[in-house]
């Protein structure tokens, strides 16, 4: 593969994770205002426990899904700041590597995708597995999930 089609690669699956993580965002903002809606149409019963109890849920929710969105907001602007346009020699942020087993790409921790056909194991920057393996080049050998494998492309 040249390396403009291998520039190319890493800008499609850097866009499949910003949509992905965008999804993400816009999944919990709804989740997050369905549970002020259910809160705020809480109506009083004669059981006013169960009003408060509704209505400290419904806050519960809308707190969780704000701090997921947060989270998911953060995963956005480290995503924003990584370089695909270049191909690397080692293994660090923006990079993508093979293995007989299964394919990586060093960006956001969204886990294993099918991409074109093609399994790839979505990592985060700031995973385990990203930072054991940061500046390790082609024909590195590492344990992933009990087996010992061996990075055969790198760019």
Known sequence: MSAANQIAFKIKLKQFCQHAIEKRISVARDAMQQAQDAANNEEKSSAGDKYETARAMGHLQKDMHARQISEYEKELAALYTINVTTVYDTVQPGCF??????????????????IDGKTILFLSAAAPLAIALKNRKTGHTFNFNGSMVTISALY
Not at 102 to 114: D, M
């Open 97 to 114: 590597f093979e293995t007989a087993a299964v394919s990586f790409f060093v960006a956001a921790g969204l886990g294993k995708q099918l």
